[in-house]
């Protein structure tokens, strides 16, 4: 089966530390990946995608094929992003469905 | 503004008692779909629709009803709600085809409770 995993629930850190929230996707073929996020009351919103290798509000995530692996990374946390993370893959098939597979999140909490 | 809208927000119910939650879009886009998100189960889909009078079944959706008579609107029906459908709902919508696609523009969510 396809799937994405987040395999942490939670990750707190202070103010200023390095932040890692982790993915994992089963392999098929070249995959394509995202990142959304939510914030406190507010609607889920795409935060990054892998295919234009961008940096967005200091996040960047890398696809690593070798470890099926693709991570969110920001060296020094602040606390405007604490939220919640949903990492996601597209499922196999025809491109014009458009379906998506989340991960089951990670709770990013920032503390002062 | 470019935007997904959902109705209710908020709603509590009773087991039994039919309800629809409206979705809404006026970006034009072909594809909509209704997730459910609950704790540590992540995002859900429950069905989704590639254009007019198109839908078809995500991953979870015994309980709920669609259709899509109109490019723009994809209500989510339950017919006879239970507790377990006790949620947060997001509606989503995106371009499909080619052009951009997976980059997905969701609704404020629906939270609903079925006592």
């Known amino acids: ?112 | 503004e470019a935007q997904v809208t959902q109705n209710p927000r908020y709603l509590i119910t009773v087991t039994g008692k039919k309800l629809t939650v409206t979705c809404s879009q006026n970006m034009n886009h072909e594809y909509m779909s209704w997730y459910r998100q609950d704790p540590g189960l992540g995002l859900r889909q429950i069905y989704y629709s590639m254009n007019v009078e198109v839908t078809d079944k995500g991953d979870v959706p015994e309980g709920y009803k669609v259709s899509r008579k109109e490019k723009r609107n994809f209500p989510l029906i339950l017919e006879s709600p239970s507790p377990n459908q006790t949620s947060l709902y997001f509606c989503a919508s995106s371009s499909g085809g080619n052009k951009t696609p997976y980059e997905q523009y969701f609704g404020p969510g629906t939270r609903l409770t079925v006592t």
């Open chain 1, 1 to 112: 089966a396809q799937r994405v995993t987040q395999p942490e629930k939670l990750l707190s850190v202070f103010k200023g530390a390095p932040v890692e929230l982790k993915c994992n996707y089963s392999y098929s073929g070249s995959p394509e990946l995202f990142w959304y996020v939510q914030y406190s009351r507010q609607r889920l919103q795409l935060l990054l995608r892998h295919i234009s290798r961008e940096s967005i509000k200091g996040f960047t995530a890398d696809l690593n094929k070798g470890e099926t692996s693709f991570h969110l990374k920001k060296p020094f946390a602040q606390e405007e992003d604490s939220a919640m993370y949903y990492c996601a893959r597209p499922y196999p098939g025809p491109r014009a469905t458009n379906k998506l597979i989340f991960g089951t999140g990670t709770l990013l909490a920032v503390q002062p």
